[in-house]
């Protein structure tokens, strides 16, 4: 117990004051019984009752106290801090209390029986039981409440005044765990019901609002500074429209979790947060197929490569779930590889793992991974993904994305890989980039490997590609960059005022790829459901509104012009694609047409041979007769385009047939894998 008065000092320091031990509890208690036994005893008095003799008054009282202790003790009605009492502890009170009166009533009967003469008043054992009661529950109510008016009152100044949006018993429990937090941050004003059911009734002395007006004016009516939202049958849209309405007349919104979420009521204040931009841009959860991605996990030896990246090392937190015999974790980064083997070392459990230093591009060393683990299952994440630098290096896209894809993919087929899932990105669409070009030819190669095999009735590797939008939180992602800009006090920069993205969550995206390579035969593009697209420039507004401050006054947002290779928008298909439904609603298969594998292995050698000599615009003209639908964007490569179109202008049909840029004098130059 701590200090009561301030060292030095003879000043009650209340502030100070630690929690009672417990057979401090115990003594108050058991005076309290002894308080209310005399009281029984003047009542009865009074009732000119007469009382039993066969004992004395300090027997009967030492009986009845002790009787009493046993079942506190059994109950453990002192255990509990008095200042966070619930209903729980009321209900020991009750149950030790009303178990003391039976067994002192069976004492006396049995007595009776016995003897012939009882020991206790029947009914003054029930006034007893009554008055304890009353005495020991009003106790902890004074302390409670002594407690937080006291707390409530030295940090008046530092408490938000907010309403409750909700009614339920989410609500009221976010209610009474917000009272109990220490230091107290809320001050509750009432409660906001939507259905308008219980607007004359009132929860915890305070009063239900009907939702009959905007949010905003509920909050200006009664003083209020911000809205906690703990109504779990809010909608996303209806979630979206009162965070509107509070940013746009500056009232703070919070959120709550769920009850069956909270881990700890005490620990309540480091739950309940500001609204971030996530909790708008979320959609209803994933339900996953577990049985069927178990069977593909369940046992098997799993590889995944980029497992250091922000996907990859999702991924892998993900196939742990499942038990797999054995996953090996690869990327070419040490630092955040080191800190994903520091994060499993408590993550793994049972689960065997094995951190590979590698990188994709070199296949004798890929090949001497294969030849270790045989892997069952590759998750291949591994990729170069930032679209300016992959502008400015061509090379380096080849040789991590389509070499390295390409490396992967015949040594699953050398050693005999059950699956291989690759990640790809909608970028692959119609590029405009070439980070995104390289992706598509990635797929291409997977998808015509997958079906050159399958034609000669091999027994193959199922090859799958996933393709997924932006994923919020990602390494390089717009949100975590302008949270950092808002954090420096901006500007907030975005490339294009009417810019739009589609955005899922890192989990989000990675149980899809999950199912995704579940649920795939071999030769598949399976495509997301991404939601709604987000315009940036709202994206931005928003956030700057939900960190307090007020666009283009506070924080500027500043308008820096398309990156090269920069689309307004995404896709996720590309113009002669369509696609087909599977059983579960956000994936769908992308109709993509897959090549001659033979084209396509001669074109990525004439690719391949131009890169390692770092000849950029040949390495793009390549690319982009590989790939026809691939026509540059705000970059120095637009050029080559311009050029194709009068090449294709002025030339016959018979002589652009013979032109073929894969002829190249380095075509029989051989490379890795």
């Given amino acids: 117990m701590k200090l009561v008065f301030q060292p030095g000092k003879r000043k009650l320091d209340l502030k100070n004051i630690g929690y009672l031990p417990r057979w401090i509890i115990l003594g108050i208690d058991i005076s309290i019984l002894v308080f209310s036994a005399i009281v029984t005893y003047v009542l009865l008095q009074g009732l000119t009752l007469s009382f039993y003799t066969r004992l004395t008054r300090l027997e009967e009282l030492l009986m009845v106290v002790g009787v009493n202790i046993v079942y506190f003790l059994l109950f453990r009605t002192y255990a509990g801090l008095i200042r966070y009492s619930s209903y729980i502890d009321g209900l020991k009170l009750l149950f030790s209390t009303f178990a003391s009166f039976v067994t002192l009533a069976g004492i006396s009967y049995t007595s009776y029986f016995i003897t012939g003469e009882k020991l206790f008043l029947v009914p003054g054992l029930f006034m007893y039981f009554i008055i304890s009661f009353a005495f020991l529950f009003l106790f902890r109510v004074v302390v ?41 941050r809320f001050k509750i004003l009432g409660f906001v019901d939507k259905s308008n059911h219980n607007t004359t009734k009132r929860i915890l002395d305070l009063p239900i609002l009907s939702k009959n007006k905007r949010i905003s004016v509920l909050l200006r009516a009664h003083g209020a500074q911000g809205v906690i939202l703990a109504d779990k049958h809010l909608t996303k849209a209806e979630k979206i429209e009162l965070v509107d309405d509070c940013l746009e007349s500056g009232y703070k919104v919070f959120t709550a979790p769920l009850i069956s979420d909270w881990e700890n009521e005490q620990d309540f204040s480091r739950q309940i947060k500001n609204i971030q931009i996530e909790d ?49 974790i690869v990327d070419q980064a040490e630092t955040p590889l080191h800190q994903l083997r520091l994060e499993l070392d408590n993550l793994s459990g049972k689960v065997q793992y094995e951190t590979v230093i590698a990188d994709v591009r070199n296949y004798e060393r890929m090949n001497r991974v294969f030849e270790a683990f045989a892997p ?31 490396n992967m993919a ?13 990640v790809s990105t909608d970028k692959a669409v119609n590029p405009s980039n070439v980070m995104g070009a390289s992706k598509r030819i990635a797929e291409m190669y997977v998808q015509s490997l997958y079906f050159s095999n399958k034609e000669k009735k091999k027994k193959t590797t199922r090859f799958i590609t996933t393709r997924f939008g932006n994923v919020l939180g990602s390494n390089g992602s717009v949100v975590p960059l302008f949270k950092e800009q808002i954090a420096k006090g901006g500007p907030v920069t975005i490339t294009h005022p009417d810019i739009i993205r589609y955005f899922m969550t890192i989990p989000e995206a990675c149980r899809l790829v999950l199912e995704a390579g579940a649920m ?38 500043k308008v820096t012009g398309l990156r090269p290779g920069e689309k307004l928008y995404e896709e996720l298909l590309s113009d002669k694609a369509k696609t087909l439904p599977t ?18 292995h001669t074109a990525i050698q004439a690719i391949y041979n ?12 390549l690319m982009k ?20 179109d009068v090449q294709t202008s002025n030339t016959t049909p018979g002589e652009a047939e013979s032109k073929t840029l894969f002829e190249s004098k380095d075509s029989e130059v051989g490379f890795s894998g």
Wanted: proline share 3%.
């Fill in 144 to 184: 409670k409440q002594v407690f937080h008016a006291f707390f409530g009152e030295t940090r008046k100044e530092e408490k938000t005044k907010v309403l409750i949006f909700g009614a339920d018993s989410n609500a009221i429990s976010v209610a009474n765990a917000i009272r109990t937090e220490q230091p107290v």
């Fill in 610 to 621: 131009v890169a390692v000599e770092y000849r950029n615009d040949q390495t793009v003209k």
């Fill in 280 to 328: 708008l841009l979320e959609r209803k959860p994933i339900v996953l197929d577990n049985k069927g991605i178990s069977k593909e996990l369940k046992g098997k030896r799993v590889l995944v490569t980029g497992a250091a990246g922000s996907i990859g090392s999702e991924i892998v937190r993900q196939v742990l779930k499942y038990n797999p015999e054995l996953l090996i």
């Fill in 583 to 600: 059983h579960h609603e956000k994936i769908m298969i992308a109709t993509e047409t897959a090549e001659d594998y033979n084209c396509i």
């Fill in 625 to 644: 007769e590989l790939v026809p639908e691939y026509k540059s964007m705000n970059s120095l490569f637009e050029a080559l385009d311009h050029q194709s």
């Fill in 376 to 406: 069952q299952m590759v998750y291949h994440a591994a990729a170069y993904k930032h679209v300016p630098l992959m502008e400015e290096n061509p090379s380096e896209a080849v040789f991590v994305n389509i070499m390295g894809t390409k």
């Fill in 410 to 422: 015949d040594l699953a087929i050398k050693y005999k890989t059950d699956k291989f899932v690759m």
């Fill in 520 to 557: 795939g035969k071999g030769g598949e593009i399976f495509i997301f459901d991404m939601g709604e697209a987000v315009k940036i420039m709202d994206l931005a507004t928003k956030m700057i509104r939900l960190a307090g401050f007020i666009p283009q006054s506070d924080i500027e947002i």
